[in-house]
């Protein structure tokens, strides 16, 4: 039985290191959200900031804080078994519930994670522990660090709120003093920004970086023997007033002698400093657990009393963490960073929420959303009916955006913000969570980030009329996964608890196992799901300023939907045939995504007008009504897919062997000319067209023979309505189909001229 502990211990290792892979991919985008975001720095440069910032973090950082031992729960009420049961129930959760988020690409706060595992798998225990002494349930109090659980929970709500005002003021008064051509203002404006900035940044690494380590606790004769923790909390005025003017100053001659552009500075200081400040204080929620695990087993072993028996009131001192631990684990942090497909994926969320420009929205509106949009609407025309019209003219103009004439095809060469709203991004988080470590509140350095980056793009005015449901719905999505984050580990962690408790070696054996298959099916999807996104048979914008160029450059999208059309409709009438539930749901998902890559086309009509010149208007024309056609295509197939998914999904009577070969025959007809289509399209044969369009007529009246047969055969011998439904939904929807498809290749055709050379808009430079 002592071996089963030993066994727990190595696997509780394993798990850490999995948990530092992605505890790094969900946090990335604490540091990484406003370098990558302003495109101030090089993606390079600033991995190697960050990586330098994450090293140096975890060799110096305690490495345990005391959450894991005695935070929550009160260890000298449990025996080394039970905290044993605790301590895997917690990473088993803990590594599934990140990586569950990580693969939707919402950031969570590994802090909450970890400090609610903690409460449910104790409170789990407790009430067992309880009920087997046959006890009262309101003991559970005693078991439990109520105060300090209390204390988080009030921490998290405040710093969602605190965070996003904050940020949207001081970016509101930033942009007011800057405006977005900052680059032209006066040198002692920016140093004066660049002080405040640097100064906020640099109290941070005192405060969240150097107060974390081991060194914070010592006396220094040069500080009067106090402490260096002692000494910033009881300086703060004085460090900062000092911290600021030397900033400004240097700030200043860096600007004025050395041409140093003194944002960039800032983001790359600041991006160090989450960095470093992440890995020495957050690096507990990956491994604190495991070494307050491996430090229990030292002690019951060297205590040679029964497991059940020995007290865990050892958890209650301070133990110190061996630097060779902290420094593995922080080098597995760094290479987490560099290749961890998923923390981009983090990263991207935030950045697309904050971006100033056009972005594909990931969250639809709700109702909270459309509410907010309006409600804060009302409010920003209240305050502006406060203002005169000149100061308000004044203002409006401090927040008019440079125009770049830019394609949307070349919108993602641009940041997604510019370096001021970088800059105070840093500074106010910077600022406002050295005031938490000072004060000893807990504040989740996941929720402080992003939400100062959603301040400051609401005063930014990045949501805009076009944007600002999306947005505010992310938001929402995005603060809905935090607090469920809390409940889901609670009720996750007590539950595994449960089953160890009852099951032992067996049942760990058992979790361990179905969390290494989650873990490698969330992989493989997540992977499968990334090549779709790069796939090359995606549909491509058209950027040309003529009709034959649209012709030219369309073609390869038309071959691309006319096989894609082909593969489609194929699968229904094949799903029909066979009952194939599985092949008619994934049809569904490929006609949906089809729908929604032409819908994206659609959307990029104004950018594409807006590029072109009086002369080419033909060119729009041509090219919104091949939209227009691709659209109708997609709507049928779309349609035809949900029909035959839903007639097999209920369990209704197959078609009848009449039907389905009916409808074959079809589909060989219909396969002949789309195959035919598409090679014409591929090969840039448009003069094929007309013998295509020559056996239409052939076509149209095979489907209308069949919509008569199914006549005769309701009146004489069918008995499923349900089955005639489907049958002339189909017929009729695939009469739509050839409709669409004849329209596109008439337009093709009426408008190809080999004699014209394709004229192609020049590409535009960035003013």
Known sequence: MDNIYLLMIIALVALAIADLVVGVSNDAVNFLNSAIGSKAISFRSIMIVASIGIALGAIFSSGMMEVARKGIFNP????????????????????????????????????????FELLGAAVAMALIKIAAEGGNFYEVVNYIN?????????????????????????????????????????????????????????????????????????????????????????????????????????????????KVNIYKLIIGVGTFALALAFAGNDLVNFIGVPIAAWQSYEAWVASGVAASEFSMEILAEKVPTPTLLLFIAGMVMVLTLWFSSKAKGVVKTSIDLS??????????????????????????????????????????????????????????????????????????????????????LPLSTTYVTFMVAMGTSLADRAWGAESAVYRVAGVLNVIGGWFGTAIIAFIAAGS?????????????????????????????????????????????????????????????????????????????????????????KKNKKQGAKLAAEIE?????????????????????????????????????????????????????????????????????????????????????????????????KELFDLVSQKIEKQVVRTRVEESSPKNTTLYFSLLLETKDLMTAIMDLLEMYYSEHDSRVKPARLEEQEIS
Do not use: C
């Open 600 to 696: 994206d086309l659609r959307d990029n009509i104004f950018y594409f007008i807006k590029n072109l010149d009086e002369s080419s208007v033909g060119a729009s024309n041509f090219y919104i009504n091949i939209l227009s056609s691709l659209q109708d295509m997609s709507q049928s197939l779309e349609y035809i897919g949900k029909v035959s998914h839903k007639h097999v999904h209920n369990n209704h009577k197959k078609l009848k062997y009449n039907q389905i070969k009916e409808l074959k025959e079809i589909d060989l007809k219909l396969e002949e000319i789309l195959e035919k289509t598409r090679k014409a399209f591929d090969e840039r044969s448009f003069e094929q067209i007309g013998n295509i369009l020559s056996g239409r």
């Open 496 to 584: 595994i608890l449960a089953i160890i408790s009852f099951g032992k070696g067996a049942s760990i054996a058992v979790l361990l196992f179905a969390a290494v298959l989650l873990l490698a099916r969330n992989y493989i999807s997540y992977n499968k799901k990334a090549k779709e996104i790069k796939a090359e048979d995606r549909l491509q914008r058209a950027e040309s300023s003529s009709i034959q160029g649209v012709i030219e450059e369309s073609a390869n999208n038309i071959a691309n939907v006319v096989k894609r059309t082909n593969k489609l409709y194929t699968n229904s009438i094949n799903g029909l045939a066979k009952h194939d539930l599985d092949l008619l």
């Open 76 to 115: 000298r009420m449990f025996n080394f078994e039970d905290i044993m049961f605790i301590f895997m129930a917690v990473m088993i959760t803990d590594i599934l519930l990140l990586d569950f988020f990580n693969t939707l690409g919402m950031p969570t706060s590994t802090t909450v994670s970890i400090v």
């Open 146 to 258: 109520t105060s300090k659980a209390t204390e988080i929970i009030l921490g998290i709500l405040l710093s969602v709120v605190i965070a996003f005002s904050i940020g949207a003021l001081v970016q509101w008064f930033s942009r007011l003093l800057l405006s977005f051509k900052f680059e032209r203002k006066s040198s002692w404006i920016s140093a004066l920004f660049g002080g405040m900035a640097l100064a906020a940044i640099t109290y941070f690494i005192l405060m969240k970086g150097i107060k974390g380590t081991a060194f914070a606790g010592e006396n220094l004769s040069i500080i009067g023997g106090m402490t260096i923790a002692d000494f910033l909390e009881k300086n703060v005025w004085g460090i900062g007033a000092t911290n600021f003017v030397f900033w400004s100053l240097l700030s200043y001659i860096l600007m004025t002698f050395a």
């Open 355 to 440: 971006s100033q420009g056009d972005t594909k929205e990931r969250f639809q509106p709700n109702f909270l959303s459309r509410s907010l949009v309006r409600f804060s609407i009302g409010i920003s025309q209240m305050v502006s009916s406060l203002f005169p019209g000149s100061i308000q003219k004044r203002i409006d103009k401090q927040f008019e955006k440079p125009v770049i004439a830019l394609s949307k095809e070349k919108v993602h060469e641009l940041p997604a913000f510019d370096m001021v709203r970088a800059a105070v991004n840093l500074m106010v988080a910077g600022i406002l969570i050295s005031i938490a470590t000072s004060y000893k």
